[in-house]
């Protein structure tokens, strides 16, 4: 038996989401694929053809598009039972030089449209008392964040609010987890604009480690999951350091 029987997912065209979709239906949990490029989503459910699997294209920073991803949450014809809220994307560079209609899309997305989400699915699974939502933050949500300022603060909203949802929700049998990966090998840096040659090797993940992490992590109902050793001893270190260490090595990190 999968532990799931039908998840959507969002960011299912690329990354760390293609990844989660791919271990879900090796699992036999069928899927919603949400995301904009439509070609990606389409060849993913060829691929997966041994499951069921709907293709839900949609622009989550579209209040109309994303409120059609909101309904079929809701829907309980073919109900989902597992929500991962994954797509998001940031920018690199000082903030003040940064487009700030583009940073705000950046809110749109990984904020707005997570909570939307998440409101969505959390209400029909409480009623029907059972389900699991698995939020993607980031270690970037844990620390500051100089030089990818709105990235970092939409991903701390998402460890608060995936952590506060965890202890509303799981009274009511819904299982909610966030995950903070570190440096995992996507297309995310490309999109953010962020030159990644200089960090070192042994920080990196693929989407599959941590695909797996977040699976066993929201199965479980681990409230918040950090994957891979180096992020472990990372996100502990920072909770030890003064602030103004923290800032300067981010700062460093992040220099452009
Ligand atoms: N890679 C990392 O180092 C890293 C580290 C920490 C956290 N994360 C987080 O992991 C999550 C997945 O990112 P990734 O690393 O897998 O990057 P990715 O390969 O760039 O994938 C991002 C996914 O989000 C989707 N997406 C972006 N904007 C969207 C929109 N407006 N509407 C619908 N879908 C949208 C993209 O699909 P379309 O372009 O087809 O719409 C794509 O499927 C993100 O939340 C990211 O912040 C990544």
């Known amino acids: 038996m999968p532990r799931w029987t039908r998840a959507l997912v969002t960011g299912a065209s690329s990354g ?9 239906a090796a699992d036999g949990t069928d899927l919603v694929i949400v995301a904009r490029n439509v070609e990606r989503l389409q060849s993913l459910a060829d691929e997966l053809r041994e499951r069921d699997v709907e293709v839900l294209p949609a622009d989550l920073g579209d209040r109309e598009q994303l409120a059609r991803v909101e309904a079929r949450l809701a ?10 809220n994954n797509a998001g994307f940031g920018f690199t560079g000082d903030f003040i030089d940064l487009d700030v209609e583009r940073e705000t899309s950046v809110i749109d997305v990984n904020i707005t449209a997570l909570t939307r989400l998440a409101h969505a699915a959390g209400s029909a699974m409480a009623r029907r008392g059972n389900g ?9 949500g844990l620390v500051p964040s100089p030089r990818t300022a709105t990235y970092g ?3 701390a909203f998402v460890v608060s609010f995936g952590e506060s949802l965890n202890q509303e929700l799981g009274p009511k049998g819904v299982n909610v987890s966030t995950i903070c990966p570190g440096f995992t090998r996507t297309e995310f840096q490309d999109r953010a604009e962020f030159d990644a040659s200089r960090i070192p ?9 941590v695909a797996a992490a977040a699976l066993a992590g929201v199965a479980s109902g681990t409230p918040r999951v950090v994957p891979g ?15 103004f260490i923290n800032r300067r090595l981010t700062g460093l990190l992040s220099q452009g």
């Open 16 to 24: 760390i989401g293609d990844a989660i979709a791919r271990r879900l």
């Open 153 to 155: 603060a939409s991903k």
């Open 201 to 209: 090797g042994f920080l990196w993940q693929s989407a599959e480690d």
């Open 229 to 243: 050793l180096p992020n472990k001893m990372a996100a502990n270190t920072t909770k030890l350091m003064p602030g």
């Open 75 to 84: 829907d309980d014809h073919q109900p989902i039972d597992l929500l991962v």
């Open 132 to 140: 699991g939502i698995l939020n993607t933050a980031s270690i970037a």
